[in-house]
């Protein structure tokens, strides 16, 4: 009896025991609700909820278990840092510089405030958009500068690099379709301004906005009225003077469409012919406000800058039309910036043939044609010079657009629609020479 007494007790022992560590698994296993945990343990209830997630991951193609952790979601500043990134860090973009746009004159002053000490610099105000080219010396304090008080996606913007279009010399012409030259002063004759054309333009103003423009003997006494946005004291390159002097020259040598008009110099390039779009934003600005009818812009960029459409609607606003050179890289559907913003006079280049010039960009934004190759313009102080360029187109478009407004034919308004109708039609497609070869025929 004894040993079956014992026996009984060892059995009820071990069923006991059994209980005991059956109720203990059942409680690891979250048997117990959560609602009764202590506060203490709330953090253990997420790190169970995440390995229990972890342990029903899927298996990969080998039939294992990725190993690697999934990384928690990024917080609001984390997510500020890349909508930053992605608006500052672009293509032909300048380095450590933002274009930022206020929805009022307290937003700007806030921004200041902030800026003071996050080691930003102000580089430029442009006050007619509400604009501020700015310096930043990493993202994050970018970032803390911003603040509230600005919308990423909306009010900020890269500060695009914009030069003047390679100025291609006779002597760098390909052989081919598309090179034949205007002879110097052929284009003339081409768009129907042989003759006498003193009077053309008379009236009327027209600003080239670009690498500046020189005393060259082309322009009469007090013809050329200059703003410099660049200062310094720095070297023309030469572009500038070319332009001017193919929409208003004098000099039989280096003539114009319409000599009669007063050129606006509205310097935003460097000597090397290299600016910004905050700057050209700045020239256009200032171009609209010296009272321009034309505003003529033979450089450009890739980039397309948001204070740049600003500017042109600012200049359209006050009475302007601007006109821009296409391109000289030979793209099959892009436009340079601003010739691709749909209220922008685009121009490429023609050849004497009538056939689009060998390096003159292509898009389905392009409005008219002018003559683009072997063109005799002048340069720097007292040289003339002939060359190839859409920079040459835009310039010439300018000078009939000019004709056109002095002799009441147009209106700066109107003067897209005047242009497409009087345009020569060429054989090839719009996206390629537009509406055709620019004309002077009046109404």
Do not use: C
Not at 41 to 55: D, E, F, H, K, V
Not at 107 to 133: H, P, Q, Y
Not at 286 to 297: C, E
Not at 304 to 315: G, I, M
């Amino acid at each position: 009896m004894n040993l079956f007494r014992f026996r009984l007790l060892w059995l009820a022992s071990g069923f006991a025991l059994a209980a005991l560590l059956w109720v203990v698994l059942a409680r690891d296993r979250g048997g117990s609700s959560p609602d009764k945990l202590s506060p203490l343990s709330q953090s253990g209830i997420a790190a169970a909820r995440s390995a229990r997630g972890a342990s029903r991951a899927p298996k990969d193609a080998a039939g294992s278990r990725p190993s690697s952790v999934v990384p928690p979601a990024p917080d609001s500043e984390d997510r500020q840092l890349q909508q930053l990134r992605r608006r500052v860090q672009r293509d032909n973009a300048i380095p450590h510089e933002v274009v930022i746009r206020f929805q009022s004159a307290a937003a700007m002053r806030d921004f200041m405030r902030r800026a003071a000490s996050r080691k930003i610099v102000v580089l430029g105000r442009l006050d007619a958009l509400s604009a501020m080219r700015v310096g930043f010396k990493d993202l994050e304090s970018l970032r803390d500068a911003v603040g509230t008080g600005v919308t990423v996606y909306d009010n900020l913007d890269a500060n695009y690099v914009v030069k003047t279009p390679d100025f291609l010399q006779e002597e760098d012409r390909p052989a081919g379709v598309g090179s034949a030259s205007f002879g110097g002063l052929g284009f003339l004759d081409a768009i129907g301004a042989g003759g006498d054309r003193s009077t053309w333009g008379m009236g009327v103003t027209v600003a080239v906005v670009d690498s500046g423009v020189e005393n060259h003997p082309t322009f009469a006494e007090n013809q050329v009225t200059h703003y410099d946005l660049v200062g310094g004291g720095q070297p023309f390159d030469g572009h500038g003077t070319a332009i001017a002097s193919l929409i208003a020259g004098q000099d039989p040598q280096a003539p114009g469409v319409a000599p009669a008009s007063h050129i606006l110099d509205v310097r935003v390039a460097d000597s090397n012919g290299v600016s910004d779009s905050f700057t050209l934003a700045a020239g256009i600005v200032q171009a609209a406000n010296a009272g321009a009818q034309v505003i003529n812009i033979s450089l450009g960029s890739y980039g397309d800058s948001q204070s740049v459409r600003d500017a042109v609607s600012y200049a359209e606003s006050r009475g302007a039309t601007v006109v821009a050179a296409a391109g000289n890289d030979e793209t099959v559907n892009q436009l340079a910036f601003p010739a691709a913003i749909p209220s922008v006079i685009s121009v490429g280049g023609v050849d004497a043939k009538l056939q689009q010039a060998y390096y003159s960009n292509s898009g389905s934004g392009l409005d008219i044609s002018a003559p683009g190759v072997g063109i005799q313009s002048a340069y720097g102080a007292n040289q003339l010079v002939l060359g190839d360029g859409t920079s040459q187109a835009a310039a010439i478009t300018s000078g009939v657009l000019a004709y056109g407004i002095s002799n009441g034919a147009t209106t700066p308004a109107n003067g897209l629609t005047w242009l497409k109708e009087d345009a020569l039609p060429l054989s090839q497609p719009p996206d390629r020479v537009g509406a055709g070869l620019v004309q002077t025929k009046s109404k």
